[in-house]
T-cell receptor, first 110, second 116 residues
Framework: DQQVKQNSPSLSVQEGRISILNCDYT??????FLWYKKYPAEGPTFLIS?????DKNEDGRFTVFLNKSAKHLSLHIVPSQPGDSAVYFC?????????FGKGTSLLVTP | DSGVTQTPKHLITATGQRVTLRCSPR?????VYWYQQSLDQGLQFLIQ???????AKGNILERFSAQQFPDLHSELNLSSLELGDSALYFC???????????????FGEGSWLTVV
C-alpha cells in the first residue's frame, strides 16, 4: 500500500522558470517530510525537509510547503537550472524509517 | 559523497543463487536501513537496524535477511534468487533510530543486482 504518492512521473520546465513537484500522503501520523534528489547511477541525496509543525521551509532556491489538512506537500524550485534535472523523491516518516514515493523525473531545458 | 559505502557496486548472478550485499554506514551513525528500487517502483523500505538490533521491518521477503555487526556495518543476504529480485539495493544510515522527528537518512550509491 503506497502511503506516499507522487502522481506525476515526469515534469519538464524551462530554465529560469519555477518547478513545482507535488506529493500526497495518506497516513495522518506522518510528522516529518523530506525531499531527496537522485541522479542516474547515484544514491538519493537529501535536499530539504519540513516538520509537521511548520507549513513552509525555505533553503536557497528550494522551498517545501506542507498542507496538513490536504495531506499534501510540494517542492518549489526557483529559478530552475539545468543541473536540477534529476528524479525527485518525496518521503514521509512517523518516527521510523522513511516511506518514499515513486519519484518525479524533472527535466529543466535551456 | 554521503559517507555510506556499499559493495559490490554491480553483481550478476543466476536464479536460485545467494548473494550478500555489504554496507558501511557514515562515521558515527548507529542506524542502517536497506531499500530496494525496482524499475517501476519507488524506494521500497526493507529493514532497519539500530546498534545491532532490528528496529523496523518493511516489505522484506522471507528469502531475504540482514544483520548489523558490532562494528556497525551491515549485510543484506538474498537467497533463492528470482528474476524479479533484479533491482538496485540501497543502504542508508542515520545517527538516531528515528524515534523523533528530524531523522534524515543518507544513502549510499547502491548495489545493482541482476539475476539471470
Amino acid at each position: 500500500d503506497q502511503q506516499v504518492k507522487q502522481n506525476s512521473p515526469s515534469l519538464s520546465v524551462q530554465e529560469g522558470r519555477i518547478s513545482i513537484l507535488n506529493c500526497d500522503y495518506t497516513n495522518s501520523m506522518f510528522d516529518y517530510f523530506l525531499w531527496y534528489k537522485k541522479y542516474p547511477a547515484e544514491g538519493p541525496t537529501f535536499l530539504i525537509s519540513i516538520s509537521s509543525i511548520k507549513d513552509k521551509n525555505e533553503d536557497g532556491r528550494f522551498t517545501v510547503f506542507l498542507n496538513k489538512s490536504a495531506k499534501h506537500l510540494s517542492l518549489h524550485i526557483v529559478p530552475s537550472q539545468p543541473g536540477d534535472s534529476a528524479v525527485y523523491f518525496c518521503a514521509a516518516s512517523r518516527g521510523d524509517a522513511l516511506n518514499f514515493g515513486k519519484g518525479t523525473s524533472l527535466l529543466v531545458t535551456p | 559523497d554521503s559517507g555510506v559505502t556499499q559493495t559490490p557496486k554491480h553483481l550478476i548472478t543466476a536464479t536460485g543463487q545467494r548473494v550478500t550485499l555489504r554496507c558501511s554506514p557514515r562515521s558515527g551513525d548507529l542506524s542502517v536501513y536497506w531499500y530496494q528500487q525496482s524499475l517501476d517502483q519507488g524506494l521500497q523500505f526493507l529493514i532497519q537496524y539500530y546498534n545491532g538490533e532490528e528496529r523496523a521491518k518493511g516489505n522484506i521477503l522471507e528469502r531475504f535477511s540482514a544483520q548489523q555487526f558490532p562494528d556497525l556495518h551491515s549485510e543484506l543476504n538474498l537467497s533463492s534468487l528470482e528474476l524479479g529480485d533484479s533491482a538496485l539495493y540501497f543502504c542508508a544510515s542515520s545517527v538516531n533510530p528515528g524515534r523523533s522527528s528530524g531523522n534524515t537518512i543518507y544513502f549510499g550509491e547502491g548495489s545493482w543486482l541482476t539475476v539471470v
